[in-house]
């Protein structure tokens, strides 16, 4: 009797369960489907651009690894890891000590030799010298005028100079290192204007022509795109990649650009629809 009490408990209260749900069924359909949200925009014209998109890589438009010409020991280093030079300006000198003994030395024989030379041009003229004597009195003189010049070559040599204004890298050298020919100094890059390199399929050869406006987009530089123009299209075609490689100038003013960075690049097409 217990059991029968229990079981019939149990299925008294899966009916009243059931009951409900099929009633709330009944209750939806009736009400039917919940109400769309719609939302509206009114219609307008609009020219669209059509352009070409690509990923490029940034370079210098004028960049240099500076390094010294001649051998010897660093005495003088006149500039600052990430400093701004102009042309000409000195950035390393090297020892120049026996150079200029030498120099002194040199400039006491031209002295001598020009001070002979006078001398004999008068002798000459007078009868007294024989020609012969003047020129080779002459031939010193010009020897020790060429003697000076090439120290005062070897001596500019060890002076290292700015080819051209822009902004100097990290130093990589210490001033009393000895410096073999050609030991990188610092770089030097000019980025008021950079160049953009990126490459298109050969299908668009055509559609492209120098001085077509590009727009270049960095991550993390800025949201807005900087102008530029298609300054160079590559006459091959690479014969791996099937593909052409071209070249836009940008400005960079404000230094937004740096070489190494990549970006993207929208090459603006004279169609529009």
């Given at each position: 009797?217990?059991?029968?009490?229990?079981?019939?408990?149990?299925?008294?209260?899966?009916?009243?369960?059931?009951?409900?749900?099929?009633?709330?069924?009944?209750?939806?359909?009736?009400?039917g489907p919940p109400?769309?949200?719609?939302?509206?925009?009114?219609?307008?014209?609009?020219?669209?651009?059509?352009?070409?998109?690509?990923?490029?890589?940034?370079?210098?438009?004028?960049?240099?690894?500076?390094?010294?010409?001649?051998?010897?020991?660093?005495?003088?280093?006149?500039?600052?890891?990430?400093?701004?030079?102009?042309?000409?300006?000195?950035?390393?000198?090297?020892?120049?000590?026996?150079?200029?003994?030498?120099?002194?030395?040199?400039?006491?024989?031209?002295?001598?030799?020009?001070?002979?030379?006078?001398?004999?041009?008068?002798?000459?003229?007078?009868?007294?010298?024989?020609?012969?004597?003047?020129?080779?009195?002459?031939?010193?003189?010009?020897?020790?005028?060429?003697?000076?010049?090439?120290?005062?070559?070897?001596?500019?040599?060890?002076?290292?100079?700015?080819?051209?204004?822009?902004?100097?890298?990290?130093?990589?050298?210490?001033?009393?290192?000895?410096?073999?020919?050609?030991?990188?100094?610092?770089?030097?890059?000019?980025?008021?204007?950079?160049?953009?390199?990126?490459?298109?399929?050969?299908?668009?050869?055509?559609?492209?022509?120098?001085?077509?406006?590009?727009?270049?987009?960095?991550?993390?530089?800025?949201?807005?795109?900087?102008?530029?123009?298609l300054s160079a299209?590559?006459?091959?075609?690479?014969?791996?990649?099937?593909?052409?490689?071209?070249?836009?100038?940008?400005?960079?003013?404000?230094?937004?650009?740096?070489?190494?960075?990549?970006?993207?690049?929208?090459?603006?097409?004279?169609?529009?629809?």
């Open positions: 009797a217990g059991l029968l009490s229990v079981i019939a408990g149990l299925g008294l209260v899966k009916y009243q369960q059931v009951s409900t749900l099929i009633g709330a069924a009944q209750a939806a359909q009736k009400a109400p769309e949200s719609v939302s509206t925009a009114r219609s307008k014209q609009e020219t669209w651009q059509q352009t070409f998109h690509a990923v490029g890589s940034i370079t210098a438009a004028k960049g240099v690894t500076i390094s010294n010409d001649a051998a010897g020991i660093v005495t003088g280093i006149y500039f600052e890891s990430g400093a701004r030079v102009r042309p000409g300006q000195v950035l390393l000198e090297i020892d120049r000590s026996v150079e200029q003994a030498q120099l002194a030395s040199a400039r006491a024989r031209q002295e001598l030799a020009e001070v002979t030379a006078g001398r004999s041009r008068t002798l000459t003229s007078s009868g007294v010298f024989p020609k012969t004597q003047l020129e080779n009195d002459e031939a010193t003189l010009k020897t020790s005028n060429a003697d000076i010049d090439a120290l005062q070559a070897q001596i500019a040599r060890k002076i290292v100079r700015a080819p051209f204004s822009g902004q100097l890298g990290i130093r990589q050298v210490n001033l009393g290192q000895y410096l073999n020919p050609g030991t990188p100094v610092v770089v030097l890059e000019a980025i008021d204007s950079v160049f953009v390199d990126f490459t298109l399929p050969q299908q668009q050869l055509a559609r492209v022509a120098p001085d077509m406006t590009v727009e270049v987009n960095v991550s993390g530089a800025d949201e807005r795109p900087i102008e530029g123009r299209i590559d006459p091959s075609i690479d014969s791996v990649t099937r593909s052409i490689r071209l070249r836009a100038t940008v400005p960079n003013g404000q230094g937004r650009l740096r070489p190494g960075m990549f970006a993207d690049v929208d090459v603006l097409l004279p169609e529009e629809q």
